[in-house]
T-cell receptor, first 111, second 113 residues
Framework: GENVEQHPSTLSVQEGDSAVIKCTYSDSASNYFPWYKQELGKGPQLIIDIRSNVGEKKDQRIAVTLNKTAKHFSLHITETQPEDSAVYFC??????????FGKGTTLSVSS | GAVVSQHPSWVICKSGTSVKIECRSLDFQATTMFWYRQFPKQSLMLMATSNEGSKATYEQGVEKDKFLINHASLTLSTLTVTSAHPEDSSFYICTLAGYNEQFFGPGTRLTVL
């Protein structure tokens, strides 16, 4: 089955810097790669996703890149703000199957 | 996208009691739903796949007799934690699979005393 590895487990940046979180997956059949932000006491919220027919997707300060050959995908947050501080999870799935999550990255943005 | 509700949003119970969590799809007919469990400061772990009209498929290490799943209609899946113990205290989340998307319920926080 699918296995998703996520790095780093913690990331501390200064406000305004960029943050990059990387994930690798094992199942070449996976074709959907979402990223979730989870704040304390709340459920995960989808922030961006990418499908296997696309190499990069951007939404304002957030971007995701996908390298199908190497089986890895990354989340890029530019101009970080304190409110970006949260736990971020990557996940992978193929159509109709369950999401398999990475172990999460705790991002801390200090002002 | 689909709207998924969960009830209750939180529950506190005594050890040994059973707790039922409902996951309802409000506007989407879901033949498949997924149940996840998230312990504090950990990731979401898939517990089982709930299939409408048939038995659920459980992940390795998840006791099917302890975590009873019933998916009797296209809009409702239930997870019953039987004889709950403090180690079952967790955040339980259901999702339903659309075409290449997953729609999350808001989660149920279970605390077993």
């Amino acid at each position: 089955g699918e296995n998703v590895e996520q790095h780093p487990s913690t990331l501390s940046v200064q406000e305004g810097d960029s943050a990059v979180i990387k994930c690798t997956y094992s199942d070449s059949a996976s074709n959907y790669f979402p990223w979730y932000k989870q704040e304390l006491g709340k459920g995960p919220q989808l922030i961006i996703d990418i499908r296997s027919n696309v190499g990069e997707k951007k939404d304002q300060r957030i971007a995701v890149t996908l390298n199908k050959t190497a089986k890895h995908f990354s989340l890029h947050i530019t101009e970080t703000q304190p409110e970006d501080s949260a736990v971020y999870f990557c996940a992978a799935t193929s159509s109709g199957t369950a999401l398999i999550f990475g172990k999460g990255t705790t991002l801390s943005v200090s002002s | 996208g689909a709207v998924v509700s969960q009830h209750p949003s939180w529950v506190i119970c005594k050890s040994g009691t059973s707790v039922k969590i409902e996951c309802r799809s409000l506007d989407f007919q879901a033949t498949t739903m997924f149940w996840y469990r998230q312990f504090p400061k950990q990731s979401l772990m898939l517990m089982a796949t709930s299939n409408e009209g048939s038995k659920a498929t459980y992940e390795q290490g998840v006791e099917k007799d302890k975590f009873l799943i019933n998916h009797a209609s296209l809009t409702l899946s239930t997870l019953t934690v039987t004889s709950a113990h403090p180690e079952d205290s967790s955040f339980y989340i259901c999702t339903l699979a659309g075409y290449n998307e997953q729609f999350f319920g808001p989660g149920t926080r279970l605390t077993v005393l």
